[in-house]
């Protein structure tokens, strides 16, 4: 959406966002992070970085904001956001003075960027901070421990660059549950750079949300210090055990579609369940992850989407919907990614019931 179709922004399918759950659910995980002695980091990056949510998990008390995209920083940045930002996917050498210009800190896992990093950070006359990623399970990105204290001894002579910590990713790719033992192993691998390499690094630095639960009774394990959570913070969720957090808001964000069709089809296999009464939401895949969709109406059933239609089965509501009203969703990561990256989607700002338009979508 660019321009003036903003103007239809309160009537098409759109996203709204509730930045007062945002901030709340923010202040919880801050209070529940700091207790523990831990620092917490807002991603932003479900949201494209949008600089209201960065705000929002801001004045809720973390402590840095981070975003896997460039694009993402350097919104956050225009907007006059002037905390701390951090780069989570590592880049290719060829954007080194991206990531300089953008972030004073960032995750990385190959040898090749952290030279172009070091180049680049000379370039600009700044000292680049870098946390080197381990990966301990999730097989995503990291060197693996054994790879890690010679990378780091590389890369701490790399002029530009201060190796501040040692991080790793859990529960993200292949939903291994996060335990103490990873971030005892990684409090051991940053005595052992201390002792061989002379350096220490002093953030252990986990994440995503689902690294909470090693928090136990108010204390981190091994010296884990640092926890970068996205999910948590906007859903109220996390994603190992796609269970909701207690006290945090799960519908900071909603999904509002209209009704284009309400009539009688016969079900699936034909016959099956007799005639139903089905509804379409203008809404569909280009614009949401259906599956990851809780629709609202009461004794709705979804039954599936294609790209921009998405069918309910109404036959159950105590009160039938009509064409043109709207119908709301609850949406689960991956519909809230798409959501938030959709240009066909509105995204609009509903705290204290305001109905601001914000008009930008990624595309
Ligand atoms: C996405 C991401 C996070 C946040 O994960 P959530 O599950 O959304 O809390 C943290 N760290 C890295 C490196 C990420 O890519």
Sequence with gaps: MRGGEWRLALSGSRVEIDLVKVEHNARELARLCRRAGVAPVGVTKACCGMPEVGRAMLAGGVEMLADSRLENLRRLRESGIGCELMLLRTTVPGRAGDVVELAEVSLNSAPATLEALSAAAQRFGRKHRVIIMVELGDLREGFLPEEVVPAVGRAADLPGLDIVGLGTNLGCLSGVVPTADSFRALARLA???????????????????????????????GRL????????????????????????????????????????KPSVPPGDRGMRMRAIAALGEQDVAAGALTCELPGAELVGASSDHLVLDVTDCPKLPRVGEEVTFIPGYAALVRAMTSPYLAKVVVSGGLGQVRSWGCG
């Design 191 to 221: 005595d052992e750079i201390t002792r061989k390499v002379g350096i220490e690094p002093s953030i252990i630095s986990g994440g995503g949300t689902g690294c909470l639960a090693v928090l136990r009774h108010g204390k981190a394990p």
């Design 225 to 264: 210090n640092q926890l970068r959570m996205g999910e948590g913070v906007l859903l109220g969720t996390e994603t190992v055990g796609r269970t909701r957090i207690p006290g945090l808001y799960h519908d900071a964000f909603r999904i509002v579609a209209e009704i284009i069709e309400v009539g009688r």
